[in-house]
């Protein structure tokens, strides 16, 4: 039978199974050639943990005032659920589930919205048919916005609860509509006949207390509140809204046919009529020169003399 190791020895054949350092578990070789030579042994602490500093993320914006009222959304919507840590892939997915439906009322009710969208009275301004566009989509993305409802199913997060979770809903979809927004500019600038459609955008929000009353948020004051801001910067997770966004709004039917309303017509219809005018012209200077063309041809040729000849007399 091999001799039974002293008491020492199973010491530290147990503090050579859970000593680790950076370059992982020390060899137990090492150890035993310690107790072969004599040489002093390290104490019997308890062994070292390495952490690892994982980046979390957080809510970040260069706009100071949005990034609060962001993170506070993002906040109360976690605590709701029991979290005491940020889930940003299910942040993410609760914001990327709005973009259907968002892009949906867009088209549903775009068509009824020029009654909010007709060019401003008084005003020496250069309204076009673009602004008009973009004010129908934006004012039939605040109805939509407006219209989410409280979930009486939602049973976490107390009597706020309910409350926190339709905020939460309401500025993703906020969000969403701010980057289409964004979208739409960079539309506009790339077109080869350059047009704005500002005017357009600061008519639409200016609308908005109007559309409210028209919704489940009338006379709300809980109900949340969509104004202009520039979402497409911030980060929530390490992930910034643009680059998060893109694939999503580039797969969205609706949300291209929206980006597409906004162009202006490529060939305006005067300079259609104004080209036709100018074909029936030419048509007809054709049709005149073919007339002509007879005489002409003949001055050419030799002319057949009359005969002087006089008939033989009876």
């Known amino acids: 039978m091999a001799p039974r190791k002293s008491k020492l020895q199973q010491d530290h054949t147990k503090v050579e199974e859970e000593v680790e350092h950076d370059a992982g578990k020390v060899k137990m070789e090492y150890f035993w050639y310690s107790l072969e030579l004599g ?5 019997n602490n308890p062994p070292t943990t390495i952490t690892t500093n994982t980046i979390k993320g957080d809510v970040t914006c260069t706009d100071g005032k949005l990034q609060e009222s962001l993170k506070d959304v993002i906040d109360k919507w976690h605590n709701d659920k029991g979290r005491a840590e940020k889930d940003w892939k299910k942040v993410w997915e609760e914001i990327e589930n709005r973009i259907n439906p968002l892009s949906k009322d867009i088209s549903t009710y775009k ?22 566009n973009a004010c129908m989509i934006i004012t039939a993305g605040l109805k939509h916005i407006y219209q989410i409802k409280e979930d009486e199913n939602h049973d976490k997060g107390g ?30 600038n790339s077109c080869t006949q350059k047009i704005s459609i500002q005017a357009g955008i600061n008519h639409a929000f200016s609308k908005s207390a109007e559309i409210k009353k028209e919704t ?16 497409s910067s911030c980060k929530m997770g390490n992930e910034q809204v643009r680059e998060k966004l893109k694939e999503k709004f580039d797969k969205d039917k609706q949300i291209q046919k929206a980006l597409g309303d906004i162009y202006p017509p490529s060939i305006p ?9 100018t074909k029936t012209t030419k048509k007809k200077q054709k049709k ?21 000849h006089q008939p033989p007399p009876n």
């Open 111 to 132: 068509s009824n919205m020029g009654t909010y969208c007709s060019a401003p009275k008084g005003k020496d301004s250069t309204w076009t048919e673009a602004d008009s």
């Open 288 to 308: 005149k020169k073919k007339k002509k063309d007879p005489e002409r041809e003949g001055e050419g040729k030799v002319k057949e003399q009359p005969s002087f």
């Open 269 to 277: 219809s005067s300079s259609k009529t104004g080209n036709t005018k």
């Open 39 to 43: 040489l002093p042994l390290p104490p």
């Open 216 to 231: 489940p948020c009338n006379g709300d004051s809980d109900c949340f509140e969509c104004t202009q801001q520039d979402y």
């Open 159 to 188: 009597k706020d609860g309910k409350k926190n979770n339709r905020t939460f809903k309401q500025t993703a979809a906020c969000l969403i509509l701010n980057e289409l927004i964004r979208k739409m500019k960079d539309k506009t």
